[in-house]
Antibody, heavy 124, light 111 residues
Framework: DVQLVESGGALVQPGRSLRLSCAAS????????IHWVRQAPGKGLEWVSG????????GYAVSVKGRFTISRDNNKKSLSLQMNSLRGEDTALYYC??????????????????WGQGTTVTVS | QSVLTQPPSVSGAPGQRVTISCTGS?????????VHWYQQLPETAPKLLIY???YRPSGVPDRFSGSKSGTSASLAITGLQAEDEADYYC???????????FGGGTKLTVL
């Protein structure tokens, strides 16, 4: 089965750091762009970050640029999101999601067709 | 305030047709960037419903269709069913922000 499994969510104090991970299985990980999307409690979806197949291109939402860093290890079929200087507004369920077709994350993306179950980050 | 504007809620009776609008601007939908639509059932991860404006992934019923014109896009659902009750989100790329953006989401209620 094609699967993404997030981990690393926790309760952290404002200003601290946290690293999220996403483990992939069931598909050729290195062929696809991967994204992080978050959802605050009771709120809508917010795209957070994306990374191309080889990590050579990355993108960030304005709200996290300069604080979050996305990376990937194709040998380990894993994705990471390093989150620094955390704020209360970063409290959310964080999903990793696979691009449906594109090896990149940007304008060539054809949507996100596989999602993990999410991992919860609480900043308080 | 989302870059893409969706109505907070829509409703319809079983069997009816409903549409959900997604209004953007010249830096996203109007710049001819693709629009994708997602369905999120309660307490579950989102599911890709429509990609690249009007294409359905395998397994999505043809009751769901997408369209785009100018700076707006729409999702249409025909033959409404109780199982369609969910939140729906549009997504597009914004060149001013250099990132993907979602609409605020629309809650569909099946009466």
């Amino acid at each position: 089965d094609v699967q993404l499994v997030e981990s690393g969510g926790a309760l952290v104090q404002p200003g601290r750091s946290l690293r999220l991970s996403c483990a992939a299985s069931g598909f050729t990980f290195e062929n696809y762009g991967i994204h992080w999307v978050r959802q605050a409690p009771g709120k809508g979806l917010e795209w957070v970050s994306g990374i191309s197949w080889n990590g050579g291109s990355t993108g960030y939402a304005v709200s996290v640029k300069g604080r979050f860093t996305i990376s990937r290890d194709n040998n380990k079929k894993s994705l990471s999101l390093q989150m620094n200087s955390l704020r209360g507004e970063d409290t959310a369920l964080y999903y990793c999601a696979k691009d449906r077709y594109s090896s990149s994350w940007n304008t060539n993306s054809q949507g996100m067709d596989v999602w993990g179950q999410g991992t919860t980050v609480t900043v308080s | 305030q989302s870059v893409l504007t969706q109505p907070p809620s829509v409703s319809g009776a079983p069997g009816q047709r409903v549409t959900i609008s997604c209004t953007g601007s010249s830096s996203n939908i109007g710049a001819d960037y693709a629009v994708h639509w997602y369905q999120q059932l309660p307490e579950t991860a989102p599911k890709l419903l429509i990609y690249a404006n009007n294409y359905r992934p395998s397994g999505v019923p043809d009751r769901f269709s997408g369209s785009k014109s100018g700076t707006s896009a729409s999702l249409a659902i025909t033959g409404l069913q109780a199982e369609d009750e969910a939140d729906y989100y549009c997504q597009s790329y914004d060149s001013s922000l250099s990132c993907w953006v979602f609409g605020g989401g629309t809650k569909l209620t099946v009466l």
